[in-house]
């Protein structure tokens, strides 16, 4: 059971766990800050600093150094584009990691961990899509553990997706990408019902604060628009309403093209920080879809989890 140090990476923050293939799901995590516009060798090393803080925390640092061959692994999930198998960012034009662009964040981190920890190079890291990696985690051990195929979707600062069928990732096209992805689908938007925008730019946090504004609400987040609503505010609960008709329509419209072409979901899992206000959009959404719809359950434990199976091959 050699230990696995998950780090699950965000643009602002690192959240982080020790698991083995075992037992995936940790009991919690820790947040460690980042700074993801800073150079190249900041942001390596303050990830290598991270794994052997996580590597100390959980008293695997005097192993490491005793041990001949590797005494722990680590995981990353990180944002893409990515070449993941080859750990290269392509990260340009989003005002995070662009130092990155075109290196091996696997090989630069091997290294470093190399010298803190006596690891064996860039074998002892793998990186999974961090979207991918929370979908996994809650497909297998969460709210999709008993579905034989579950469509998640991570709704944030943009769209993520991932079908999971007999728990492993399927690979699908839409006919607006060639590459398992639904942010691109355009999608009519709530607030402006002649426009239509890319799924990105209508299910995220820039989409439903785009909607509230349209409703005069002068908000600068979701969690404010949340609070609006639970306080009985009408516009908020407009905008919650309107944003879940739309979801609804949209994921009937993916789910029709799935089920044509491949596994059809039989669950949908959503996943990310809009997704804490299910309750509000769910009565809207759920009577357009065909097939059971919920929050994901394991919170920041998922992408832990998910991140965790890649060493389970």
Not at 101 to 114: C, T
Not at 186 to 192: H, S, Y
Not at 210 to 221: F, K
Not at 229 to 243: K, P, Q, T, W
């Amino acid at each position: 059971m050699i230990p696995i140090v998950c780090l699950d990476v965000g643009g602002s923050s690192v959240k982080a766990a020790v698991t083995t293939a075992e037992h995936p799901v940790p009991s919690s995590t820790e947040r460690y800050e980042l700074d993801s516009r800073a150079s190249a060798d900041t942001i390596i090393a303050r990830l290598a600093e991270i794994v052997y803080r996580e590597a100390e925390r959980s008293s695997l640092v005097t192993a490491a150094v005793r041990e001949s061959s590797p005494a722990l692994m680590v995981g990353l999930g990180f944002p893409g584009p990515c070449d993941y198998e080859a750990g290269i960012c392509y990260l340009r034009g989003l005002t995070k990691f662009e130092s990155l662009y075109g290196l091996s964040v696997r090989d630069l981190l091997g290294e470093r961990l190399g010298d803190l920890l006596g690891l064996s190079g860039s074998s002892a890291v793998r990186m999974r899509n961090d979207a991918e990696a929370a979908i996994l985690g809650e497909a297998l051990y969460g709210a999709g553990r008993d579905a034989s195929t579950v469509l998640g979707l991570t709704l944030g600062t943009g769209v993520g997706s991932s079908l999971i069928h007999h728990r492993e990732v399927v690979r699908f096209s839409t006919p607006y990408s060639d590459r398992d992805e639904l942010f691109p689908w355009p999608v009519r938007d709530p607030a402006e019902l002649e426009t239509e925008r890319p799924a990105d730019e209508v299910f995220s946090t820039r989409g439903i604060l785009r909607l509230a504004h349209s409703r005069g609400l002068q908000i600068a987040s979701p969690r404010e628009l949340s609070e609006h609503a639970l306080a009985g505010s009408s516009d908020a609960l407009e905008v919650y309403n309107r944003f879940g008709a739309r979801l609804g329509a949209f994921l009937s419209e993916v789910i029709a093209h799935l089920g044509e072409r491949g596994p059809c979901p039989r669950r949908v899992v959503l996943l990310g920080g809009i997704a804490g206000a299910f309750e509000l959009f769910e009565p809207a959404l759920r009577p357009q879809l065909s097939v059971p719809i919920v929050s994901g359950t394991l919170g920041e434990a998922a992408a832990i989890a998910g991140i965790t199976t890649i060493f389970s091959a």
